[in-house]
Structure formats: structure tokens, C-alpha cells
Nanobody
Framework: VQLQASGGGLVPAGGSLRLSCSTSRRTSSNNGMGWFRQAPGKEREFVASINWRGADTLYADSVKGRFTISRDTAKNTVSLQMNSLKPEDTAVYYC?????????????????WGQGTQVTVSS
């Protein structure tokens, strides 16, 4: 079981980044997927989630209207388009595969986690 997150980097405030999470078919084909983040000294927090069909999405209030989660089931990838980035978005971002087919903001409902990709937004 593998999840590989990529696309992080250093970007100025107001900029954009697109994160991508590649998964094995067994990991993700019938599962909800999510993105979480953890900033230094803070607990991991929910960012966005999408159900197995891609028809249902959830977002943290702090990213609504700025971030968009999507998935390409044919390519077994999940993406997070991040626009209008703020310094407070700085964190390590993790993708995860849910236990069920639904989208969820509860990290206890995720079984497999990727290694994380660093996003740094400069002010």
C-alpha cells in the first residue's frame, strides 16, 4: 500500500500550488481520500476530503473558496489545488486513504497515510 504526495514547495503569499497524491489502485479505488496538514508545534488538522466517486467534497473552513480537491480515478491520483495561499497555510501536507468510500474530516477514519510534502508560504 503506497501513497506518494508531491508538489510542495516555497511560494509567496497569494500564490498557488498544486499537490498530487498517487496511490495504488488497491489503496484508493473505492475509498474516500483526504488531505491533512500539520504545522510545526501544532496538531494535525483536516484540510479537504473527497468521496470515492469524486461527487462529494468536504473542506475545512479555513480553506473554503481557496482550495479544491479532485481525483482522477483512471490515474489513481488525488489533487489539491491551492490558491491565494497565506503564510498560515505553511505545513506538511499529507494525503490519506479513508476506511470507507465517503469523504470525512475525521482523521481516525483514515487507514493509510502518505509521507507528506512541505508547503511553505512566505509573507
Amino acid at each position: 500500500v503506497q501513497l506518494q504526495a508531491s508538489g510542495g514547495g516555497l511560494v509567496p503569499a497569494g500564490g498557488s500550488l498544486r499537490l498530487s497524491c498517487s496511490t495504488s489502485r488497491r489503496t484508493s479505488s473505492n475509498n474516500g481520500m483526504g488531505w491533512f496538514r500539520q504545522a510545526p508545534g501544532k496538531e494535525r488538522e483536516f484540510v479537504a476530503s473527497i468521496n470515492w466517486r469524486g461527487a462529494d467534497t468536504l473542506y475545512a473552513d479555513s480553506v473554503k473558496g481557496r482550495f479544491t480537491i479532485s481525483r482522477d480515478t483512471a490515474k489513481n491520483t488525488v489533487s489539491l489545488q491551492m490558491n491565494s495561499l497565506k503564510p498560515e497555510d505553511t505545513a506538511v501536507y499529507y494525503c490519506a486513504s479513508a476506511l470507507s468510500s465517503s469523504a470525512s474530516a475525521d482523521d481516525s477514519r483514515y487507514r493509510y497515510w502518505g509521507q507528506g510534502t512541505q508547503v511553505t508560504v512566505s509573507s
